[in-house]
Nanobody
Framework: QVHLVESGGDLVQPGGSLRLSCVAS????????VAWYRQAPGKQRELVAH???????NYADSVKGRFTISRDNAKNTVYLQMNSLKPEDTGVYYC????????WGQGTQVTVSS
């Protein structure tokens, strides 16, 4: 259905910031839940931030207060602003639209290291 492309991942020092973007094509974000997940090698994929179609947000406790998920429906884009990054935030970040059995992006690598 929807093709998702993430961008913005990078190598960043602890305490730094990144802004991830996820552009959706072939569909609309308006009536869908959107989310960011991340996965480190040897670990389970975990939910980082969730934004439903009513703009209700939910964050993992580990990122609460540091990360912000948002969307721009006119641009069919979802964002993840990440501040005060920690080494534990390292992983591949995936954009998701429509829940577990919905659409997924290819992932973008975020590495937090000195």
């Amino acid at each position: 259905q929807v093709h998702l492309v993430e961008s913005g991942g990078d190598l960043v020092q602890p305490g730094g910031s990144l802004r991830l973007s996820c552009v959706a094509s072939g569909g609309t974000l308006v009536d869908n839940n959107v989310a960011w997940y991340r996965q480190a090698p040897g670990k389970q994929r975990e939910l980082v931030a969730h934004l439903d179609f009513r703009s209700v947000t939910n964050y993992a406790d580990s990122v609460k207060g540091r990360f912000t998920i948002s969307r721009d429906n006119a641009k069919n884009t979802v964002y993840l602003q990440m501040n005060s990054l920690k080494p534990e935030d390292t992983g591949v970040y995936y954009c998701n639209v429509g829940g577990q059995w919905g659409d997924w992006g290819q992932g973008t690598q975020v590495t937090v290291s000195s």
